[in-house]
């Protein structure tokens, strides 16, 4: 079975300031699909950004980017030019593109906290 | 705008009652999926229906029940509810073939 872990439970950022938070999964499969979802306090799941397996290059969305290493099996996130309203509880999740289900695998998150 | 809701969005109740968390969604997907949001375990899979002859069990689904009574509503059910049952519940859909799933608001319950 596919695992994801998010090894940060807490990380801060100065506002206008960039931060990475961490990823890892864990599987055996060649295709798939990695996403980062955003959780604010309304405890409403967002979609941040995804990326395809099979995309060498790293996928962005404004300030948001990623940094994919298949062969590393990392996938992690980095937030350009921090806002408040980026605070929030961030997850990590794995799909597989084979496996019967369209099931998403969750990492345990991580809390970003964004300081003024 | 189409959409995925759930109701209640909080309920606390008592350990042995029966409990039910409904979802509907206008998005015209036909796969639903039951999740649970607990502190340092991120979200797990309960249960997940591809339409309503389709029920497919997930990671954790002993002590739950769903039902899909159409395309549209996938409801889950606690016959007996106990106190590590407590956590935020979440409905999600997905279109065929797609790879993003979207999630409704979530449902707060409390057993004590």
């Known amino acids: 079975a596919q695992t994801v872990t998010q090894s940060q439970p807490e990380m801060s950022v100065q506002e206008a300031e960039t931060v990475t938070l961490s990823c890892t999964y864990d599987t055996s499969e060649s295709d798939y699909y990695l996403f980062w979802y955003k959780q604010p306090p309304s405890r409403q799941m967002i979609l941040v950004i995804r990326q395809e397996a099979y995309k060498q290059q790293n996928a962005t969305e404004n300030r948001f980017s990623v940094n994919f290493q298949k062969a590393a099996k990392s996938f992690s996130l980095k937030i350009s030019d921090s806002q408040l309203g980026d605070a929030a509880m961030y997850f990590c999740?794995?799909?597989?593109?084979?496996?019967?289900?369209?099931?998403?695998?969750f990492g345990a998150g991580t809390i970003l906290r964004v300081k003024s | 705008d189409a959409d995925v809701t759930q109701t209640p969005r909080n309920r606390i109740t008592k350990t042995g009652k029966r409990i039910m968390l409904e979802c509907s969604q206008t998005k015209g997907h036909d796969r639903m999926y039951w999740y649970r949001q607990d502190p340092g375990l991120g979200l797990r899979l309960i249960y997940y229906s591809f339409d309503v002859k389709d029920i497919n069990k997930g990671e954790i689904s002993d002590g739950y029940s769903v039902s899909r009574q159409a395309q549209a509503k996938f409801s889950l059910s606690l016959e007996s509810a106990i106190p590590n049952q407590t956590a935020l519940y979440f409905c999600a859909t997905s279109p065929d073939r797609g790879n993003e799933q979207f999630f409704g608001p979530g449902t707060r319950l409390t057993v004590l």
């Open positions: 999740a794995y799909r597989s593109a084979l496996e019967y289900g369209n099931k998403l695998v």
